[in-house]
């Protein structure tokens, strides 16, 4: 299991960082990434990191956010900086297979574990 927490309200062009913890062998093996979800829209994809280290971002957050993991407290982090308004998203983060480590393949299901979200609110 996988759980996030760092959510809350913030004024646009702040920041924000997600933190996500879980176990020992989900950050051993899995690659572990954050996507969001708005109310009535699709799921989107935004960053991920392989358990080497290796880092994905959505080409549309290159710049203002960045994903970074703590092996030993197991904790994997979503710093968001520069945040446009937006209402009550949530962010999730997700463990999936190591060969499947795209930022894409975080907007699809099939996750092999995913926490129950933080709701971020940016107002402007």
């Known amino acids: 299991q996988l759980r996030e927490s760092g959510g809350g309200s913030v004024q646009a062009g702040g920041s924000l960082r997600l933190n996500c913890t879980g176990s020992?062998?989900?950050?051993?093996?899995?690659?572990l990434g954050w996507f969001r979800q708005a109310p009535g829209q699709e799921r989107e994809g935004l960053a991920t990191m392989d358990s080497g280290g290796f880092a994905n971002v959505a080409d549309f957050l290159k710049g203002l956010f960045t994903i970074s993991r703590d092996n030993d407290k197991n904790t994997l982090y979503l710093q968001m900086n520069t945040l446009k308004p937006e209402a009550a998203v949530l962010y999730f983060c997700a463990a999936r297979a190591p060969y499947d480590c795209s930022v894409w393949s975080y907007s699809l299901g099939g996750n092999y574990s995913w926490g129950q979200g933080t709701q971020v609110t940016v107002s402007s």
């Open positions: 020992a062998d989900i950050f051993a093996i899995y690659c």
